[in-house]
């Protein structure tokens, strides 16, 4: 003896098919790709050394962080694999022109709450063998805002921090103008 069971109602069984169908479009065409390289550095050229960032402003130590944020965008990224200048095909050289610290926010009896740290660089990139230039930028902005407070080493600590990030934010910019990646 067989058991029947009801039949679905037709608007339940529509609901069910056009759900299957919209997960098996959304699954389907995610749209994720890796990116290609669309701009106009030869591929023949693979490697680039990056050295010591010139620094124009009276902060000392900030050309450092400019610098490692540089290699290690460059490293994570791979399209141009940074090296000892000896064995590098290109050059990208920097310079830190200005930075500067406003106050942003005060509390109600005026005293600085937050800051903002903007820093102006100029950037290079140069074929090492003929020195031409492959790309420049002569005002590459960033900036940061940072908790301000009367503690001169947390000041500096907050500081510093948000100069990291500007330098990693500009590497990334300068990196992704370089590869047209948008």
């Known amino acids: 003896m067989k058991t029947a069971y009801p039949a679905r109602p037709a608007p339940a069984r529509m609901s069910l098919r056009l759900g299957a169908a919209a997960f098996l479009l959304a699954t389907a065409g995610c749209g994720y790709h890796f990116s290609e390289r669309t701009d106009a550095i ?19 130590g900030i050309e450092t962080i400019f610098t490692n944020a540089m290699v290690k965008q460059f490293a994570a990224r791979g399209w141009l694999d940074p090296v000892s200048t000896g064995k590098a095909d290109t050059v990208l050289e920097g310079k830190i022109e200005t930075l500067d610290v406003q106050p942003v926010s005060f509390s109600s009896v005026a005293i600085e709450l937050e800051d903002r740290v903007s820093v102006v660089a ?23 805002v940072y908790d301000s407070t009367p503690d001169f080493n947390v000041n500096l600590r907050n500081r510093e921090q948000a100069l990291r990030k500007v330098a990693s934010d500009m590497a990334a910019s300068v990196h992704d103008q370089i590869f047209q990646v948008y």
């Not at 591929?43 to 050295?51: D, F, H, N, R």
């Open 122 to 144: 100029s950037v290079t990139l140069r074929r090492k063998s003929d020195e031409s230039v492959l790309w420049s930028s002569s005002r590459v902005l960033g900036s940061e």
């Open 42 to 60: 030869p591929v023949e050229l693979k490697t680039v050394t990056i050295p010591l960032w010139k620094n124009d402003t009276s902060q000392p």
